[in-house]
């Protein structure tokens, strides 16, 4: 098993451009999500799916889109970058259970897409 | 106030020591708890779930007071390699779906 893979690793962007950060994992859970890690601020949940077909805003959603056609891939896009989106990214990805199966068990973590916006 | 808090340290120890750091969360209605490690540029790792009777893996120990709203760690005998940032991780049922907030962390170094 790969587990939860996303490309790239690091990226570079213009103020404006667009682009989509790839997440994929391999281990057929349910629950996917997104998180930037800025210094100090701890992870911060960006969007989440709790299956294909369903997504939900996370705490800091504005800026960003996704969508989740297949259990295994979740990308996160970027619509017009600003330098306020430098950060790190994690996708992450869990089977559900507890509280009614809506709630994710132990989450596992990319290696993370390292963004630069200047 | 933040939802879940954390003394971010950075806690700097002899190796062998023991150390604890506590996590203090808002919502009275959170549901399930962790410690997650996570390494210097690198993604988080789950250490250890946090179970209401609390649990022991090792040298670790977690324990959650419910009453107090807090989670805790417990390092017995800490080595060099413990040397991270440890993420506690609050879990609960928001308006539509889960929430899950990450602590920012607390900062750990073990000396020789």
């Known amino acids: 098993n790969a587990g939860v893979t996303q490309t790239p690793k690091f990226q570079v962007l213009k103020t404006g451009q667009s682009m989509t950060l790839l997440c994929a994992q391999d281990?057929?859970?349910?629950?996917m999500s997104w998180y930037r890690q800025d210094p100090g601020m701890g992870l911060r949940l960006i969007h989440y799916s709790v299956g294909a077909g369903i997504t939900d805003q996370g705490e800091v959603p504005n800026g960003y889109n996704v969508s989740r056609s297949t259990t295994e891939d979740f990308p996160l896009r970027l619509l017009s970058a600003a330098p306020s989106q430098t950060s790190v990214y994690f996708c992450?990805?869990?089977?559900?259970?507890?509280?009614?199966?809506?709630?994710?068990?132990?989450?596992?973590f990319g290696p993370g897409t390292r963004l630069t916006v200047t | 106030r933040k939802e879940v808090e954390q003394d971010p340290g950075p806690f700097n120890v002899p190796e062998g020591a023991t150390v604890a750091f506590n996590c203090t969360y808002s919502?009275?209605?959170?549901?399930?708890f962790f410690w997650y490690r996570q390494d210097c540029r690198k993604e988080p790792k789950l250490l250890m779930s946090v179970y209401s009777s609390g649990n022991e893996d090792g040298r670790f120990t977690a324990q959650l007071n419910r009453a107090s709203q807090y989670i805790s760690l417990l390092i017995r005998d800490s080595k060099l390699s413990d040397s991270a940032t440890y993420l506690c991780v609050v879990n609960s049922i928001g308006r539509s779906a889960s929430k899950i907030i990450f602590g920012s962390g607390t900062r750990l170094s073990i000396r020789p």
């Open positions: 281990m057929n859970h349910e629950y």
């Open positions: 919502n009275s209605a959170s549901q399930s």
């Open positions: 992450a990805s869990s089977r559900t259970g507890l509280a009614g199966g809506v709630l994710p068990v132990e989450q596992y």
